[in-house]
């Protein structure tokens, strides 16, 4: 089958590559894939940069698809039903995080796309626990964004909670931050968003999905337009979705004390800036989050379901498999929204 290799560590180093299928044997799944999502961490494998990735390794971890084998001991899901699937492959079973369902947090789980085979190619395997059947009304192009939403539920609905009336501000109008920008608006929160101006197009969509205010930092002050929807109090909750150091410290003085700031996006390095005084006198709580859980796919296939969340408008580009170097180029060009193959 036609696959999408990263071959070794560096700079590219991927090439569209001739291997053999996988198997659906013992407790695993055989997908025919049908979209694949090219994400962050697809880009930063290709540019040299995500160190967890193992080579050789076929990427791809958001992905849709239609089963065409199963194993003898998989019981819940059969050949033809279209399916998506959580990134965890193999975990350790006997952990605490693990007796707890908190994969993400396993020390030796290993990841599709990344420790094992993914899904930029034509057929993908997973274990059945990690498989979820679609209901009708989910296309198999909205399914492909089920990771990304399962991540950021994951970040709004059980590292912290939301509720009706919150003041909230997001950084970042890129995938995951409108992601989470409709998250947080389907529990009746109040969500402003914050860009740059190469985000005008980003944050131009973010309104037609129904965010409350958007805003370009470099043309207006963030803080006036936080404290005038806030009384001057500051946001209840904050979720950095762009990996930036300078919206970190923007944002740490905007959360009203006592307030909350998550972590989503990831930095490019490991030590940064902080700003820890406004952490300490506001007494905020400053989260981390890490990819998502078993739970977060339940909810964020429950949101796709009552149709909670616009895929439609954050697909703008879809590739055949043969030409993913266009689609990984189009995304690093920064000129669209959500880049999808199709396999």
Same mark, same amino acid.
């Given at each position: 089958?036609?696959?999408?290799?990263? +071959?070794?560590?560096? %700079?590219?180093?991927?090439?569209?590559?001739? !291997?053999?299928?996988?198997?659906?044997?013992?407790?695993?799944?055989?997908?025919?894939? +049908?979209?694949?999502?090219?994400?962050? #961490?697809? =880009?930063?494998?290709?540019?040299?940069? %995500?160190?967890?990735?193992? &080579?050789?390794?076929?990427?791809?971890?958001?992905?849709?698809?239609?089963?065409?084998?199963?194993?003898?001991?998989?019981? /819940?899901?059969?050949?033809?039903?279209?399916? &998506?699937?959580?990134? &965890?492959? #193999?975990?350790?079973?006997?952990?605490? %995080?693990?007796?707890?369902?908190?994969?993400?947090?396993?020390?030796?789980?290993?990841?599709?796309?990344?420790?094992?085979?993914?899904?930029?190619?034509?057929? $993908?395997?997973?274990?059945?626990?990690?498989?979820?059947?679609?209901? @009708?009304? =989910?296309?198999?192009?909205?399914?492909?964004?089920?990771?990304?939403?399962?991540?950021?539920?994951? +970040?709004?609905?059980?590292?912290?909670?939301?509720?009706?009336?919150?003041?909230?501000?997001?950084?970042?109008?890129?995938? !995951?931050?409108?992601?989470?920008?409709?998250?947080?608006?389907?529990?009746?929160?109040?969500?402003?968003?914050?860009?740059?101006?190469?985000?005008?197009?980003?944050?131009?969509?973010?309104?037609?999905?129904? =965010?409350?205010?958007? $805003?370009?930092?470099?043309?207006?002050?963030?803080?006036?337009?936080?404290?005038?929807?806030?009384?001057?109090?500051?946001?209840?909750?904050?979720?950095?979705?762009?990996?930036?150091?300078?919206?970190?410290?923007?944002?740490?003085?905007?959360?009203?004390?006592?307030? &909350?700031?998550?972590?989503?996006?990831?930095?490019? /390095?490991?030590?940064?800036?902080?700003?820890?005084?406004? !952490?300490?006198?506001?007494?905020?709580? %400053?989260?981390? #989050?890490?990819?998502?859980?078993?739970?977060?796919?339940?909810?964020?296939?429950?949101?796709? @379901?009552? @149709?909670? =969340?616009?895929?439609?408008?954050?697909? #703008?580009?879809?590739?055949?498999?043969?030409?993913?170097?266009?689609?990984?180029?189009?995304?690093?060009?920064? /000129?669209?929204?959500?880049?999808?193959?199709?396999?």
């Amino acid at each position: 089958m036609k696959a999408v290799v990263k +071959a070794e560590s560096g %700079y590219d180093n991927m090439s569209l590559v001739e !291997i053999p299928e996988p198997e659906g044997t013992g407790d695993l799944v055989k997908i025919k894939v +049908a979209y694949t999502g090219i994400c962050g #961490t697809d =880009i930063h494998t290709f540019t040299g940069e %995500y160190r967890n990735s193992k &080579t050789p390794v076929v990427l791809g971890h958001e992905f849709s698809g239609v089963v065409v084998e199963v194993g003898d001991t998989v019981k /819940n899901v059969k050949v033809g039903d279209r399916v &998506t699937s959580e990134t &965890t492959f #193999t975990t350790c079973g006997v952990c605490e %995080y693990c007796l707890e369902k908190d994969y993400n947090l396993c020390f030796t789980r290993k990841g599709i796309g990344t420790q094992v085979n993914g899904s930029m190619s034509e057929y $993908v395997v997973s274990r059945e626990e990690s498989v979820h059947v679609l209901s @009708e009304n =989910i296309s198999l192009e909205a399914a492909a964004l089920t990771e990304p939403l399962a991540c950021c539920v994951h +970040a709004a609905f059980e590292k912290t909670t939301i509720i009706k009336g919150d003041k909230v501000l997001i950084f970042g109008p890129g995938p !995951i931050g409108l992601l989470q920008c409709q998250v947080v608006k389907s529990q009746g929160a109040f969500v402003i968003l914050a860009g740059i101006t190469k985000d005008k197009q980003r944050l131009e969509l973010a309104k037609s999905l129904g =965010i409350d205010v958007i $805003v370009d930092v470099q043309e207006e002050s963030l803080e006036e337009v936080v404290m005038k929807h806030t009384d001057g109090y500051g946001v209840d909750k904050v979720f950095e979705c762009s990996g930036a150091v300078p919206a970190l410290n923007q944002g740490l003085p905007l959360v009203r004390k006592k307030g &909350t700031f998550v972590q989503v996006g990831i930095f490019a /390095n490991k030590m940064n800036q902080l700003d820890q005084e406004s !952490i300490i006198q506001r007494e905020l709580k %400053y989260l981390g #989050t890490r990819s998502q859980k078993p739970s977060s796919w339940h909810i964020a296939l429950h949101l796709l @379901e009552e @149709e909670k =969340i616009d895929t439609d408008k954050m697909i #703008t580009k879809i590739v055949p498999l043969e030409d993913w170097r266009e689609g990984f180029e189009a995304v690093m060009a920064g /000129n669209q929204i959500k880049v999808i193959i199709a396999s």
